[in-house]
C-alpha cells in the first residue's frame, strides 16, 4: 500500500513540475483562483451574502460548508497524506538523483495534511448547492425562456462549474500544495457531502436542544480523534513540523491553515447557526415579506458586519491566551448576528410585522 501512495506521490510530483514548466510564470494566477475558493471567503463572503439574498440556501450553503470542514480536518488526520512541496525533499524515491524543482508560493505553505484537498473538497461542495439552488429557483421557474432554452441553460451552468473546478484543482496542484490525486478525491467527496446535506431539510427545522447536541457532536468527535491518535502515540499535528522546516519562507506559513483554527471557526459557525435558527428572532423574521429595499439593506448589513469580524479576526494575535477560545466566540455571535438579529431588525426597521408564532423561515 505504501509503495502504490509512493508511486502516486511520484507521478503527482512529476506532473507538478512539468505544470510549473509549461505553463511559465502563471503563479499570480492559479494563486488568485486558489483566493477566490478560499475557506475563509466561504465564510465570509459567500455565506453573508447568499444568507442576505435568500436564508434557506445560505442556511443550506452553511451546513454543507460545516459538514466539509469538519469531515476535513478527520479525514486528514485518519489519511496523512504529505504535500509535494516536503515530500519531494523526504522521500527515498530521489535518494540517488535530483529530485524536481518544485516553485513555491505565498499559498503553497499549507500546514495540515494533504489528503483530500480542503479546497477543491469546500468549492465542489459550495458552488454546487449553487448552481443547483440557481437552476431549480431561477432557470426552471423562468417563463421567458424555452424548454430548449432551458436545457441549455443548465448544460451552460454546469459546464462553467466544472471549468471552475479544474481551474481550482490546477491551482492547488500548480502552487505544489497538494497532488492531482489528492485534488480529485477532495471533487468527490465535496459533491457527496453537498447532495447529502441537501437530502437533509431537517437540519434547517430541529430544536435548540438539538442544534447544541449537533454542534457538541462535532467537537467531541474531534477531540475524540485528537487524543486517541496522542493515545496510539501518534503526532497528529506532524504536518506542522514538516511545513516549518521545508516551506522556503517563513511568511507563506499562516496561521488560518492550521487545523486547530479551521477547527475553531466551523465549530463556533455551527453553534451560532443553530442558536440562530432555533431562536424566536428567527422565526419573527417573516422573510416572505421582504422587499427589494429590505433585502439590500440587510446585504449592506450582513456584510458589514462580516467584514467587521475579519477585522477583528486580524486583531487577535495568534500568541494570546485563549486565542482560540476567542475565535470560537467570535464565529459563534458573529453566525448569530446574520442568521437572526440582523433579519429581524431590517424587519422591525421596516415596520414588517413578524410572522406567526412557531412559523419556520
Known sequence: MASFIEAYHYYGAEFVSWLQTVLPFRGGFFMSVSDIGDPSL?????????????????????????????????????????????????????????????????????????????HSKLNAAMFFVLVSAFIDMVVMKSKRLSARQRVWAVRGLWAGYVVWMVLVVLSRVYIAAHFPHQCVAGVAIGVIVAIMVSRLPELHVLSRAQYLSLSAAIIVSVFGTYYGFKAMGGNVLWSLEKAVKWCIRRDYIHIDTTPFYSFARYAGVSLGLGLGLSSPWYRRTNRGRFNTKMTVSLVILSLFVSQAGVFVHRSLSPNMPGWYLAEFTLHATATYLLVAALPNFVRWASRVPAAEKGKRM
Not at 476535513?72 to 524543482?101: C, F, Q
Open 42 to 118: 466561504a465564510f465570509t463572503l459567500y455565506f453573508p451574502l447568499v444568507l442576505a439574498l435568500h436564508a434557506g440556501i445560505g442556511v443550506k450553503l452553511m451546513w454543507t460548508i460545516i459538514f466539509c470542514e469538519w469531515s476535513n480536518m478527520i479525514l486528514k488526520w485518519l489519511l496523512a497524506g504529505d504535500r509535494p512541496y516536503w515530500w519531494v525533499h523526504e522521500t527515498p524515491l530521489y535518494a540517488h538523483s535530483v529530485p524536481p524543482p518544485l516553485h513555491q508560493y505565498p499559498r503553497t505553505c499549507e500546514t495540515g495534511p494533504g489528503m483530500p484537498s480542503g
